[in-house]
């Protein structure tokens, strides 16, 4: 029995339980989502992007790597709100740094210093969490620019 992804379903798809073909299924099918969408951005195409990366957030809402395109995708777009907005579901969701780091330059942009002192404060505490040290020094650039 295999699992089918309805991309245009509001709905996560079911996973079978224990079998690592309908993984490997899901796992691919999101490397494929996450490819065509990183093409798009490459391309300029926002809106695109943006349809393909909210699929990607329905199927593995805990991969940082979707709310993070789909912030990009909202800037690139001159939708910063909405980007502040992508970011702070992947820090939620996905407890994403570098999502937290996005905010951070999203939240200077818009004049909010403060704020975005406290999400670089956050990406750094969870560098440390998952002892991510590309992570860390992201958070040491980041307080370089501010």
Known sequence: MSTQIDLRSSRTPERSEGTVA???QVAQAVEALYATAH???GQAR???AAEVLRAMCKVVPEDE???????QAHEGAG????AKEMYV?????ARGGRCAIALA???RELGNDSDASEAID???????DTDDEALSALVTYERGQS
Do not use: C
Request: charged share 25%; hydrophobic share 45%.
């Open 22 to 24: 309908n993984e490997n």
């Open 39 to 41: 093409w798009l951005l």
């Open 46 to 48: 926002y809106k695109d």
């Open 105 to 107: 330059r999203v939240l």
């Open 79 to 82: 939708q910063r709100l909405i």
């Open 65 to 71: 790597r979707g709310w993070l395109g789909l912030g």
């Open 122 to 128: 956050l990406a750094e505490e969870l560098a440390k």
């Open 89 to 93: 579901t992947g820090v939620t969701l």
